[in-house]
Each structure stands twice: as C-alpha cells, then as structure tokens.
C-alpha cells in the first residue's frame, strides 16, 4: 500500500524548534518531489517547503525561509522538515504529499499521494 507518514508536530513555545517526519511506505521518495503543506483553521492549506526529486533543489515559502529546512534521508525513505524559531503564526496542521513528476510545486493538484496531518501548536 502507498502510504505517507507524517509525526512530531506538537505544542511548542514561541521561539522553540520542531521536527516533522514524513515517512513514505509502498514506494521510495527519492525519485518524487516531497513537499510540506499547512493549513490553519479558517485559511486554505497552503505550501511550505518542497524538495524535489534526488534532492535536487529545495524550495521554502518566503515566511518560513531561514527557519525552516527541509531534508530527505533516502535510506529511511523519510523526508524532515526542521523547524526552528517558531512563531504563533506556524501554527497549523502540517502535511506531506508526494509528487510523482520529480519536480514539485506550490500546486496541491500536482500531489496525488497525501499523508495524514500532524498538529503543530505554537504558544505565544
């Protein structure tokens, strides 16, 4: 079965640091783009960092870049998302999805494999 796994979101001070793992099953993430989505309550899910197919590029939305950084470890076939100096406005339900093209993008439509969100909280 094709499946993602996404974990470690939690409550966290403003200020503190959060990894999220997204752990794929039935397939191997090295040859697809993996990227992470979030969506706050009352907003639409939108994109927050993508790495693309052989780690090629990283990409980051422009409110998370230099605090965020995405990486894959290709033989766990996981991709991580490090969060450091978090804000109250990184709070959301954070996803992962996998692009089968390799190339990735801010598009949800191009992801048609989606884990299960993780709650990440982040007190002020």
């Known amino acids: 079965e094709v499946q993602l796994q996404a974990s470690g979101g939690g409550l966290v001070q403003a200020g503190g640091s959060l990894r999220l793992s997204c752990a794929a099953s039935?397939?191997?993430?090295?040859?697809?783009?993996i990227g992470w989505f979030r969506q706050a309550p009352g907003k639409e899910r939108e994109g927050v960092s993508v790495?693309?197919?052989?780690?090629?590029?990283?990409y980051y939305a422009d409110s998370v870049k230099g605090r965020f950084t995405i990486s894959r470890d290709m033989a766990k076939n996981t991709v991580y998302l490090q969060m450091n100096s978090l804000k109250p406005e990184d709070t959301a339900v954070y996803y992962c999805?996998?692009?089968?093209?390799?190339?990735?993008?801010?598009?949800?439509?191009?992801?048609?494999?989606w884990g299960q969100g993780t709650l990440v909280t982040v007190s002020s």
């Open positions: 790495i693309s197919a052989w780690d090629r590029e990283s």
């Open positions: 999805a996998a692009d089968p093209t390799g190339y990735g993008s801010s598009w949800l439509g191009q992801y048609p494999i």
């Open positions: 039935g397939f191997t993430t090295e040859n697809r783009a």
